[in-house]
């Protein structure tokens, strides 16, 4: 089996998980075994997978040791009629959400509890009350239909331990915390019978080594996705567990001397232990070679790009002529408030031109953006999107895409941008855009932070309707070399070469 290890899946993706998501597809059609594997708790983490089509093809450690890892649901329950006609309490609805508050028959206030909808049939969670109406405890329901977890709570609700339960209500798992400097601090945790008898624990780093090696079988992969959450338990494995640490972004903190800057703490793990892992796999030439210029001793490296292209209907007189489409995080990196800037001084010469932001982040930062946005009475030119899950008919529409990073690892927008002939104009960066974008042939490279220059390349790119065209028939030319077919040869160069 390969296992694409992370720390978490969410049902907002980040671009790590969009390429775990990609790197499943591509190893579906090809007929190779693979899973997506993460180790922090999440009792939602079956319904954000069929959001994204990985049904059967995700789970957790903690789904592993409480012995849930298929996607099986259980019937649901009619909460209502169990408390009022069974328990014979007094539920009383909650307005403003698919809550409830359950009082006892002495009116005293016992529980309230959180549905997924207004059925009443799958709760989130139930929180209990003591008679001072202070919470004691949490359960927490798995999103395919049982109780998870219940957390146990005290003075100003500090957790004091939690239990993990299988399908059938026994304990798997516990975790006991303690007050130390006026922080909740994790002392241990305890495994209960598996294979037979109880293991124990003193961090989650144990735990989630013990997890690997559990896991593991002859033949396995481990593709670790996550390096700054997960590294050191992976490398901390047994010698005969075969991990291949997958570098997402640059791996330096100063971009303009990789050679001698600081580490990075998300790679700090594999470049200051590189014995302990099979490979490297990075998405770009240019970084294979820095950090070889570097680093002796290194495991071999692959480069393997975090995405691929598939055939896609393309019909770039569809397109809007000044439409602009922005894919990016909410964080300060990204710097999306340049694009903001350019499309403000865009306006006054292309009175139609649009910006679409796709994605989500720091609400700080997103509001930092709207207040601009308002202030400069933008509000008919700059919109926000949101997460969406598909861009397809967002990037059919669009005749340009920024980026506007301080760093990549590889541009996923870049490359899907592209592959709908949609021209990129991009700050040259590490890495990625500088190796999809050829200057002045599907796009520009602009100097990072020269905001005039963004500026000027937008302005000539609007302002010359063959220059569009050309961009956009290049895109899609140059995007083919990222075919589905020339990534799934380097994927299988790689699993052999690890397979010898």
């Known amino acids: 089996m390969n296992y694409f290890v992370g720390a978490y899946f969410n049902s907002q993706l980040t671009g790590i998980e969009k390429a775990q998501v990609n790197r499943i597809g591509l190893f579906a059609a090809q007929g190779w075994p ?12 079956h319904e954000n997978a069929e959001k994204f089509g990985l049904q059967g093809k995700c789970f957790t450690l ?19 009629h169990f408390w009022q006609d069974v328990c014979h309490f007094r ?4 307005d403003i959400a698919p809550d409830v508050r ?27 009350f003591d008679c001072d109406h202070k919470k004691v405890q949490r359960d927490i329901y798995d999103s395919r239909g049982f109780l ?9 609700q500090r957790v004091q331990s939690e239990v993990f339960f299988n399908r059938q209500g026994q304990i798997k798992i516990e975790k006991m915390y303690q007050e130390v400097n006026d922080r909740t601090v994790l002392k241990r945790i305890i495994l209960r019978d598996f294979r037979k008898r109880d293991w124990f624990f003193d961090t989650e780093m144990e735990l989630q080594t013990f997890f690997f090696d559990s896991l593991f079988m002859a033949g396995d992969i481990y593709f670790c996705d996550k390096n700054g959450y997960i590294g050191q338990a992976m490398a901390n494995t047994a010698s005969s567990v075969t991990v291949c640490a997958v570098f997402h972004s640059t791996h330096t903190r100063d971009q303009d001397n990789v050679l001698e800057s600081p580490l990075k703490s998300p790679y700090r793990v594999p470049l200051t232990q590189p014995e302990k892992f099979n490979r490297f796999i990075v998405s770009t030439e240019l970084q294979k070679r820095d950090l070889l210029a570097r680093f002796d001793q290194l495991p ?113 927008t870049v490359l899907e941008a592209l592959s709908y002939g949609v021209p990129v104009i991009s700050y040259d960066i590490n890495y990625g855009p500088n190796e999809m974008v050829k200057d002045g042939v599907n796009g520009n490279l602009v100097e990072r932070d020269k905001l005039e220059l963004l500026y000027q390349r937008a302005r000539e790119y609007f302002s010359d309707p063959e220059r569009q065209h050309n961009y956009k028939l290049n895109s899609l030319q140059i ?7 020339a990534i799934t040869k380097k994927w299988e160069n790689l699993l052999t070469d690890i397979n010898l």
């Open 479 to 485: 995007a083919k070399t990222y075919s589905e077919v």
């Open 102 to 128: 359950v009082f006892d028959e002495h009116e005293r206030f016992i529980m309230y509890a959180h549905f997924t909808g207004q059925d009443y049939q799958w709760p989130i969670y139930i929180n209990y």
């Open 300 to 412: 071999p490296i692959a480069v393997i790009p975090v995405g691929y292209v598939r055939k896609a209907k393309v019909n770039l007189f569809e397109k809007k002529a000044h439409r602009i489409i922005g894919v990016a995080r909410f964080s300060q990196e990204k710097q999306v408030l340049h694009q903001i800037q350019v499309v403000e001084r865009l306006v006054t010469e292309f009175p139609d031109v649009e910006l679409h932001l796709f994605g989500f982040g720091s609400r700080v930062e997103e509001q930092k953006l709207r207040d601009y946005v308002d202030k400069h009475n933008l509000e008919r030119h700059v919109f926000f999107r949101g997460f969406v899950s598909d861009l397809s008919r967002e990037y059919a529409q669009a005749s340009l895409e920024m980026v506007t990073s301080k760093e990549e690892g590889f541009s996923l």
């Open 148 to 156: 998870s977890q219940s957390k146990f709570l005290k003075e100003q």
């Open 91 to 94: 539920v009383e609805f909650v």
């Open 34 to 45: 693979a899973k997506c594997l993460y180790t922090k708790y999440n009792p939602r983490i």
């Open 62 to 80: 903690y789904d592993y040791f409480q012995e849930t890892t298929t996607d099986q649901c259980e019937a649901s329950v009619d909460w209502i």
